[in-house]
Nanobody, 126 residues
Framework: QVRLVESGGGLVQAGGSLRLSCAAS????????MGWFRQTPGKEREFVAA????????RYADSVKGRFTISRDDTRNTLYLRMTNLKPDDTALYYC???????????????????WGQGTQVTVSS
């Protein structure tokens, strides 16, 4: 069974850092673009960051640009999101996702992704 499992969330003070991981199992995602999204109660799932299948291109939401870094290690089948200078507005449930179309650059729309993890909670206190 193909699945994605996020980890690394937690409670951190404003200005702090966290690194989220997304481990893929049951299949290889070397040819899939991957992404991170986040969601808070009552709001739509929001794009955070995405990386193309060949690791050469990335895209970020304006709200996290310069603070978050997405990367992937295909030898470990793992996606990462390094988050620095965290703000209370970053508080959310963070999801990783794998895109359905193969061999693409970074994708920013949730409907481009077919496989989602269960999410990891990030809480930033002021």
């Amino acid at each position: 069974q193909v699945r994605l499992v996020e980890s690394g969330g937690g409670l951190v003070q404003a200005g702090g850092s966290l690194r989220l991981s997304c481990a893929a199992s049951g299949g290889s995602f070397r040819t899939s673009a991957m992404g991170w999204f986040r969601q808070t109660p009552g709001k739509e799932r929001e794009f955070v960051a995405a990386i193309g299948f060949d690791d050469s291109t990335t895209r970020y939401a304006d709200s996290v640009k310069g603070r978050f870094t997405i990367s992937r290690d295909d030898t470990r089948n793992t996606l990462y999101l390094r988050m620095t200078n965290l703000k209370p507005d970053d508080t959310a449930l963070y999801y990783c996702a794998a895109a359905g179309r193969l061999g693409t650059g970074p994708l920013t729309r949730a409907f481009d992704y077919y496989l989602w993890g269960q999410g990891t909670q990030v809480t930033v206190s002021s």
